[in-house]
Structure formats: C-alpha cells, structure tokens
C-alpha cells in the first residue's frame, strides 16, 4: 500500500518515514516510476499514461505500480510537481519588476510547451509539492521591492499564472485542426462573397487583422499583446502601493 500522497510528493524530506524497509528492496523507486510517467506523457499524452503502461515498461506488475503511487489521480499530482521541480532555480537575473515578470511569464510558457499534459492536470492538490512550492516561491520574487502586500503580491502573481495559461492552452498543438493558414488564403474570397455586406465591422477589423497576422490567428501577437496589457494593470497596482 502506498504513502498518502503528501508523503509521496515529499518522499525525499529526511522527516518522511519509509515503510516496509525489512522487506525485500522494490525493483524500482517511486521516483523512476514518476519519471517514466512523465516520459510517456511527454511523448504521448495523459491518456496513454496508464498503470499498465508504466507496468510493462518498467517490468514490474500493476500492482506493484500502485504500491509506488496510489492512484492514477495521485500519479498525475506527482508528475506535475515533479516537473516543476528545478525549473527556476536560482533568483532573477535582471533587478527590474517588468523585466523579472517578463522572465517569469516566459518560463512559465515554456513550462507548459515542454509538458503541455500539465493544461490537463488541474488538481490543486499539487500546490502542496515541493517542486511546486520552490515555484511559487520563485515566482513571489518577480514582485519583489514593489510595495505590493502579502495578498496582492499572490493574487498579482495568479494574474500572470493565469494568463500564461489561458495563451499556453490557445497556443496547444492539435493534430485533429486544420491548417488555418491555408484555410484563410484559400477560403477568403469565397468567404467575402458569402458576407456580402454583412457585418460590416466584423470584416474591416477582420481583413486588417488577417492581413497583419496571415491568418485568423496568431499566437504571438496573442502573447505579446496580452503580457503588454497584463504589464500595464501591474504598473497600476504597484504605482499605488
């Protein structure tokens, strides 16, 4: 039977007790089976990370899996903190609040572009992590000398998580979606002619857009003009602390 959770994801404090240590010694350790999670879902997704998968891959039996884990609900909340662990170590590098946001908010992007499973794990059970922790308390540092309170420093802190998010989701590869590139350039004729007249808004910030961007969207001017707007409501807040 394995650990409650909270002593799985800190299965390397020293305070941690470990069971069954008179026992025959596990083939392998609860961190290689959460690595090798995370390689699957790197390279398949979540849904092909399964217990029988990890079974065969590490040649042991399911049942010996779940001895290491819990649930698969517990295997998710591992691999999430186990992926955040070490992705921002050591402090910022620039000393300005906008330049260390700027820094965080692409980390944080690369985060979910090297793991984009992680969009799909929403358990906030991952929060009490250590890998997650360190995270957090890396990302407080962005605010650094602002004025910012306790409370607005966390919610100005969730503002840009949450943003980072939202473009990570957008940005997502789909392999089921069209090529919206070739879509545009091939259907935009046929497309005005069906509009006629209608709309008239729509289709002058449309054609302006689609022009500027090469498609209907862009996920870069998506990012650069949000994180821009995200910057702007920070300076409001900070300039009144």
């Not at 990370?49 to 698969?72: F, N, P, Q």
């Not at 004025?147 to 100005?156: P, Q, R, S, V, W």
């Not at 879509?183 to 509009?195: E, F, G």
Request: charged share 25%.
């Amino acid at each position: 039977m394995a650990r409650e959770l909270i002593d799985l994801l800190w299965r390397d404090h020293p305070d941690v007790s470990v069971r069954g240590s008179r026992g025959p010694r596990a083939k392998v350790t609860t961190s290689q089976v959460v690595d090798a999670a995370v390689e699957i879902a790197d390279a398949e997704g979540l849904e092909a990370t399964t217990v029988r998968r990890l079974s065969d891959d590490l040649g042991i039996s399911a049942m010996s899996v779940y001895t290491h884990i819990g649930s698969r609900d517990d295997l998710l909340v591992l691999m999430a903190d186990s992926v955040r662990s070490g992705w921002c170590a050591g402090g910022f590098v620039a000393g300005e609040w906008r330049v260390r946001v700027q820094e965080l908010a692409e980390s944080e992007l690369g985060l979910y572009t090297g793991h984009w499973w992680l969009l799909d794990v929403t358990d906030q059970r991952v929060a009490m992590g250590p890998g997650t922790i360190a995270q957090y308390d890396h990302g407080l540092h962005a605010f650094d000398d602002t004025g910012l309170g306790d409370l607005e420093t966390d919610a100005a802190l969730t503002f840009v998580t949450d943003f980072v998010r939202a473009s990570a989701q957008a940005r997502r590869p789909d392999p089921r979606a069209a090529d919206m590139t070739l879509v545009w350039h091939s259907w935009q004729q046929r497309l005005a002619r069906y509009l006629g007249d209608d709309f008239p808004l729509a289709q002058r910030v449309g054609a302006a857009a689609g022009a500027a961007m090469n498609g209907v969207y862009s996920a870069e001017a998506a990012w650069s003009f949000g994180l821009a707007r995200v910057m702007d409501a920070l300076e409001s807040l900070i300039g009144t602390s």
